[in-house]
């Protein structure tokens, strides 16, 4: 059974950093294409993230880009999302998802005000 | 970045009835359509990629069918468990998008 446990959500204050981690299991995590997906309280679902399995390729939403970076270490089979400079537009639950959305995990709530 | 237009934004439906669901693209997205469905408090659920094709365990009266910029998710007899937000999301172009979603409620 695929399982995808985010963490790392929390209250951070604006301007400030929070790394975001994704465990995968119940999968070849290393052959899967991944992305991250946020949904602010009561509104819809925006993609934020994209990174191949093999690192080599990595895509960003214009409203994350060049605050926030994906990464992954297949070794352990976990996904992160580093994200700087928060905003209070940024606050959402965040999900991370394999490749083709199929599987998503339970989301992670990410809180930015002061 | 691709635009993504649903309608209606909500359908008040019985169950029973049939669901027509819309989306339309700001420019074409060949068949890279994918449909989600999502309820109250948890993650989206996969329905349709590919603009018609059926996701894993996906029941049949969800269809998808489109291309280019129109496409429509129909749900044949709604059940009540189907009384839920639907997103489109494209997958053609990169950023990837979402449509702001269709919610169906009952009647």
């Known amino acids: 059974e695929v399982r995808l446990v985010e963490s790392g959500g929390g209250l951070v204050q604006p301007g400030g950093s929070l790394r975001l981690s994704c465990t995968a299991s119940g999968f070849t995590f290393v052959n899967f294409n991944m992305n991250w997906v946020r949904q602010a309280p009561g509104k819809g679902l925006e993609w934020v993230s994209f990174i191949s399995s093999g690192i080599t390729t990595t895509h960003y939403a214009d409203s994350v880009k060049g605050r926030f970076r994906i990464s992954r270490d297949n070794a352990k089979k976990a996904l992160y999302l580093q994200m700087s400079s928060l905003r209070a537009d940024d606050t959402a639950v965040y999900y991370c998802?394999?490749?083709?959305?199929?599987?998503w995990g339970q989301g992670t709530l990410v809180t930015v005000s002061s | 970045e691709i635009v993504l237009t649903q309608s209606p934004a909500t359908l008040s439906l019985s169950p029973g009835e049939r669901a027509t669901l819309s989306c339309r693209a700001s420019?074409?997205?060949?068949?890279?359509l994918a449909w989600y469905q999502q309820k109250l408090g948890q993650a989206p659920r996969l329905l349709i990629y590919?603009?018609?094709k059926r996701a894993t365990a996906i029941p049949a009266r969800f269809s998808g069918s489109g291309s280019g910029t129109d496409f429509t998710l129909t749900v044949s007899s709604l059940e009540p468990e189907d009384f839920a937000v639907y997103y489109c999301q494209q997958r053609y172009h990169w950023p990837l998008t979402f449509g702001g979603g269709t919610r169906v409620q009952i009647k």
């Open positions: 420019q074409s997205v060949s068949f890279y």
């Open positions: 998802a394999t490749e083709g959305f199929d599987d």
């Open positions: 590919d603009a018609s």
